[in-house]
C-alpha cells in the first residue's frame, strides 16, 4: 500500500499499476516525510532534517561543494515563508532546480557531441 494512498486523487492508481512518473511522485513524498518531523513539526524539515536529507539522498550534489554554509544557503533560499522550516512545497523547489540544472548539463554535453 503506498503511502500517498488517500492524500491525492491519483494515489489510487498507485497501489494498483503505477507509471514510473507515479512512482518517482511517491518517491519524492516518501523521501520527504521519512526526514521531515524528527524536529518540531512533521510535515516541515528543520535545518537540521534538511542536512540530513541532503547528505542521504543527493550525495553527489553535496560531495563536490566546500562551503560549509552551504545548507544555511539552501535554507534561506527554499525557505519562502521565513518560518525556518522547509514545507514539501518548498522541498519540491529544490528538487525542480536540481533536476533543471542535470537535464541542462545533459543537453550540453549532447550538444557537445554533435547530437
Request: negative net charge; charged residues 25%; contains cysteine.
Given at each position: 500500500?503506498?503511502l500517498?494512498?488517500?492524500?491525492?486523487?491519483?494515489?489510487?492508481?498507485?497501489?494498483?499499476?503505477?507509471?514510473?512518473?507515479?512512482?518517482?511522485?511517491?518517491?519524492?513524498?516518501r523521501?520527504?516525510?521519512?526526514?521531515?518531523?524528527?524536529?518540531?513539526?512533521?510535515?516541515?524539515l528543520?535545518?537540521?532534517?534538511?542536512?540530513?536529507?541532503?547528505?542521504?539522498e543527493?550525495?553527489d550534489?553535496l560531495?563536490?561543494?566546500?562551503?560549509p554554509?552551504?545548507?544555511?544557503?539552501?535554507?534561506?533560499d527554499?525557505?519562502?515563508?521565513?518560518?525556518?522550516?522547509?514545507?514539501?512545497?518548498?522541498?519540491?523547489?529544490?528538487?525542480?532546480?536540481?533536476?533543471?540544472?542535470?537535464?541542462?548539463?545533459?543537453?550540453?554535453q549532447?550538444?557537445?557531441?554533435?547530437?
Open positions: 500500500m503506498s500517498t494512498l488517500g492524500l491525492c486523487p491519483a494515489a489510487l492508481s498507485l497501489t494498483v499499476m503505477s507509471t514510473p512518473l507515479e512512482d518517482t511522485m511517491d518517491t519524492l513524498i523521501i520527504f516525510h521519512h526526514y521531515s518531523g524528527k524536529e518540531g513539526d512533521r510535515y516541515k528543520s535545518k537540521g532534517e534538511l542536512k540530513e536529507l541532503l547528505t542521504s543527493l550525495t550534489f560531495s563536490g561543494q566546500k562551503d554554509l552551504l545548507v544555511d544557503k539552501i535554507m534561506k527554499l525557505d519562502s515563508n521565513k518560518d525556518n522550516e522547509v514545507d514539501f512545497n518548498e522541498f519540491v523547489i529544490l528538487v525542480a532546480a536540481l533536476t533543471v540544472a542535470c537535464n541542462d548539463f545533459f543537453e550540453e549532447l550538444k557537445k557531441e554533435g547530437f
